[in-house]
């Protein structure tokens, strides 16, 4: 073994750290019967050779080793091996990653050219997969459909040989990685595409097992999703009712297939492929255990701790691997809401704890994405709160915190969990570890009143969590008897580095409250506060004293002294807060229409905003404002834009500018829209854009791989702000 190894010029390669002389004693650490080495080999590799997915050169020298390793039956956890090589070997370069796009003598190049040749070399050497789908070891047999369907030139080849080993396999959870492996196929390869959907067609209807129709429903979703049944959310709930019934489940393993159903197999076109189990560390769920449990030691390496992270997840689970299924299927089903939602509802009403886990699981990526009518969904998640499973009770309360007013259907489950937790402030332990999830946070940014009380008392511990003070905004006049407390807190900080952080929730909670009786304990802040991150207390300080309007006149001396401040944010604050609290235009509009014609767009920006807080007053700026309308910032266009309507009162100048951005900058929606809500009508030429977005199912502040807390609530923000608008314009709004 490792013929060849030693002639290598290991220390001249590279990986993630450096020359790559450590790599021999990784491979072979990877051939050996110490299972701790091979695992520490096997996490060297993840995190040097192949670190965060790239290859190096070094990782094009390990491709011959590798393959050696997964061909000789000796060696033990190969199906991690074939994974790795898996991973190398299966990036699809395509659009900016395309060797003819890049520039030879970029670094870009140079990682693209790797990974094409990690993928020929691999491919090269893919038939040594060929013979592993029969494999004694079952981990093999699990990830070798995977390669071949990912890495192997022949896919018809490839498909003759996983249709036999179908009606061979007895391992239910193999036979479901088959099936995937069709599915893949049939993504790759178009022209096979139709006869692999005819084929996942007949399987969803013919195979005896539950669990395999349930997979084939599931790649039928993912290459041709025109073809499911129409009925396919009541097909996939008596799947998984039969699944429940069945006597494989809770671990046993499933029958083997009936001679009947074997031989049907074997007469269909050569088609199948590999299950892509969801990622390790997305199922929230674990069986029934004590509340408290000591957190036990990690294991020493990444992959180790990741495998006793699925271990824990799955134990006790005999149908983990439906749940992976679902998860594919909704992946699938994609824009077809209504069916998602259904689908998704019937798993809530499971009597089967682990399909309820991960249904709130599946909730986030469905509810963050598409707009939908989900008052059920999110009720019956609510009620998951009462569930004797810490893991259950923390999926559920941090999916619903980042609902906002959209969690109000489960505000009662929400409020009787607060009732019932002596210190609902505290994240719950889940599993032995710390969880992150706080019922009291999710009732109070739904606006409910019944949040007050507790949150009373989480004002007065030591440490308050700072998400719970910002959510106190959502209350509104709701949380007009926390003022006191809040008072009390604010008056009470040290004046030290740790201010900003404390004193932030609580001065932005009194500015939205507009309790001008806490006007010393704002002023006490603002005059302390301490160098460090001085601008932000200061802004924040500021920001309250605006809010509290005339009833501030005490500050007029303090803000006319900060009009000179050497911070333009605090003189443009200090400008806003002074015409709130005395009204005089001509003492803060020359400092702000220096702003407005500063180079830099972000103190324009600033002082556009502040110019537009002043309404009509601000009509002299008009001509600067208008200046603006042309810059090259869409962000300070928009800014400039709204502030002119808001400054004179005509929208006219100012409508193509926010025409413009609405469709050249998604994320300026909710402001176009929410200064459209104020004209009290909409000009025509933005009217259609107010519908449109009404009618749009997908949300739009959705990013690929990047989600925010707040996008659900910003999206829903925008949705009633459309209909507000739309409405003074006498329309009927749609959605």
Not at 6 to 24: M, N
Not at 148 to 174: K, Y
Not at 275 to 283: C, D, G, M, N, R
Request: overall charge negative; aromatic content about 4%.
């Amino acid at each position: 073994m490792f013929t060849g190894i030693d002639e290598v010029d290991w220390a001249s390669l590279g990986h993630a750290y450096g020359p790559a002389d450590d790599v021999p004693g990784l491979l072979r650490g990877l051939a050996s019967p110490d299972p701790m080495e091979r695992e520490v080999a096997l996490d060297g590799m993840y995190g040097a050779v192949h670190h965060q997915g790239d290859v190096y050169d070094s990782t094009l020298a390990c491709i011959p080793f590798l393959l050696e390793l997964v061909a000789r039956p000796e060696v033990q956890d190969r199906g991690c091996v074939i994974e790795l090589l898996t991973s190398i070997g299966g990036i699809d370069l395509g659009g900016d990653d395309e060797l003819d796009e890049l520039d030879p003598e970029d670094e870009e190049f140079e990682d693209a050219a790797n990974y094409a040749m990690a993928a020929a070399a691999v491919a090269a050497g893919a038939d040594v997969f060929l013979a592993l789908v029969g494999d004694d070891d079952r981990e093999v047999r699990l990830a070798a459909p995977g390669a071949l369907a990912s890495l192997h030139q022949d896919p018809a080849r490839v498909l003759v040989l996983l249709r036999e080993r179908l009606t061979a396999e007895t391992d239910r959870e193999v036979r479901l990685a088959l099936v995937e492996a069709v599915g893949r196929i049939a993504l790759r390869y178009e022209s096979l595409r139709d006869e692999i959907a005819d084929w996942l067609g007949w399987l969803t209807g013919a195979a005896q097992d539950p669990a395999l129709r349930l997979a084939a429903l599931a790649q039928l979703a993912r290459c041709a999703p025109d073809r499911l049944p129409r009925d396919v959310v009541v097909t996939v709930t008596e799947l998984l009712d039969r699944l429940r019934e069945a006597p494989g489940h809770g671990g046993r393993p499933a029958p083997p297939p009936g001679l009947e159903e074997m031989a049907a197999v074997a007469r269909l076109p050569d088609l199948t492929d590999l299950a892509v189990l969801a990622e390790l560390t997305e199922l929230p769920e674990v069986p029934d255990q004590p509340e408290a449990v000591e957190p036990r030691p990690l294991a020493p390496t990444l992959v180790g701790q990741l495998r006793e992270l699925r271990e824990e997840q799955r134990a006790g689970r005999g149908s983990a691997w439906a749940d992976d299924l679902l998860r594919t299927l909704h992946s699938a089903l994609d824009d077809r809401v209504e069916d998602r939602i259904a689908l998704v509802t019937a798993q809530l009403r499971s009597p089967d704890r682990d399909q309820r886990a991960d249904a709130v699981w599946m909730c986030g990526g469905l509810v963050r994405t598409w707009r939908g009518a989900y008052d059920e969904v999110v009720r019956l998640v609510g009620a998951q709160l009462g569930d004797p499973e810490p893991r259950l009770r923390e999926a559920a309360v941090v999916w619903l915190e980042g609902l906002f007013e959209v969690a109000r259907p489960a505000a009662d489950a929400l409020a009787a969990r607060v009732a019932a937790d002596p210190a609902p402030w505290a994240s719950e332990r889940a599993g032995g570890r710390p969880g992150t999830g706080s019922a009291l946070l999710a009732l109070t940014r739904t606006g409910d009143a019944r949040a007050v009380p507790a949150l009373a008392r989480a004002l007065e511990e030591p440490r308050l969590d700072g998400r719970l003070g910002y959510a106190i905004t959502h209350l509104g006049e709701a949380a007009v008897p926390l003022v006191p407390a809040l008072r009390y807190r604010l008056g009470g900080l040290p004046l030290d580095e740790e201010l900003g952080e404390e004193a932030g929730p609580l001065l932005l909670a009194l500015a939205h409250l507009g309790a001008s009786e806490a006007l010393e304990e704002v002023l006490r802040v603002l005059r302390g506060a301490p160098a460090f991150r001085r601008e932000w207390v200061v802004e924040s300080s500021l920001r309250a004293l605006t809010a509290f309007g005339p009833a501030a006149g005490e500050a007029a001396g303090d803000l006319r002294a900060l009009l000179d401040d050497c911070s333009v944010a605090v003189v443009t604050s200090a400008a806003r807060a002074l015409w709130a609290v005395e009204g005089d235009a001509g003492a803060v509009l020359p400092r702000l229409r220096a702003r407005l014609l500063a180079p830099d767009a972000a103190h324009r920006r600033e002082a556009a905003r502040a110019v537009g807080a002043m309404g009509r007053a601000a009509g002299a700026v008009a001509p600067e404002l208008r200046a603006c309308l042309s810059a090259p910032g869409v962000w300070l266009r928009v800014d400039a834009a709204v502030a002119l309507c808001r400054a004179t009162g005509d929208v006219r100048a100012a409508l193509p500018v926010l025409v413009g951005a609405w469709k050249e900058n998604r994320h300026t929606r909710v402001e176009i829209a929410g200064c459209l809500a104020e004209l009290g009508h909409v000009p025509a030429e933005a009217a259609p854009l107010l519908r449109a977005e009404l009618a749009r199912a997908r949300r739009h502040n959705v990013s690929e791989g990047t989600s925010g807390e707040h996008d659900v609530h910003h999206d829903e923000k925008l949705l009633a702000l459309c209909r507000r608008a739309l409405g003074h314009s006498g329309e009927e709004s749609i959605g």
